[in-house]
């Protein structure tokens, strides 16, 4: 129960805050009282889906997968390349270092690690992922005119 408890408060405070309209959630759990509390936030459509094989399209705004839900390294890049910017995946905790792994190589970040409540969670906005850098344009030491008179 406390897990739930964790896991429905962070998933409403993640709605609230990147002011969500949509949100496609992949579980074959009953989430009936996640449901109750998410239409609180104000979402007009939440679509849930028992897997990823059947997703085609998806304009959601947010896409949540959770821990029933087993997902290879090439599902979790199909979600994040053709179906959403922003991503929750909440994943099984035992063979922790494995999914760790993946996870961080294709960009995720690891919200929730709790072993108490088996609960790990990895997020993934592209808004946030790179960020544009104030020293990366043609004014700076990425000018090609500068190579030859910056050097260190």
């Known amino acids: 129960m406390q897990k739930d408890k964790i896991q429905n408060n962070f998933l409403?405070?993640?709605l609230?805050?990147?002011n969500c309209l949509s949100a496609q959630f992949v579980t074959s759990k009953d989430v009936s009282k996640l449901i109750k509390k998410i239409e609180k936030a104000g979402l007009n459509s939440i679509n849930i889906a028992p897997n990823i094989k059947e997703m085609v399209e998806c304009t959601d705004d947010i896409f949540i997968v959770l821990e029933d839900v087993p997902l290879s390294?090439?599902?979790v890049g199909t979600i994040k390349n053709l179906l959403s910017q922003k991503i929750i995946i909440f994943t099984p905790f035992d063979d922790s270092k494995n999914v760790e792994g993946s996870m961080t190589r294709l960009g995720f970040v690891l919200e929730i690690n709790d072993s108490k409540n088996d609960l790990k969670?990895?997020?993934?906005?592209l808004?946030?992922?790179?960020n544009k850098r104030s020293w990366n344009n043609a004014e700076g030491w990425a000018n090609p005119e500068n190579f030859d008179k910056f050097r260190w």
């Open 121 to 125: 969670c990895f997020s993934y906005n």
């Open 73 to 75: 390294e090439s599902d």
């Open 12 to 14: 409403l405070d993640i």
């Open 127 to 130: 808004k946030t992922y790179n």
């Open 16 to 18: 609230k805050n990147e």
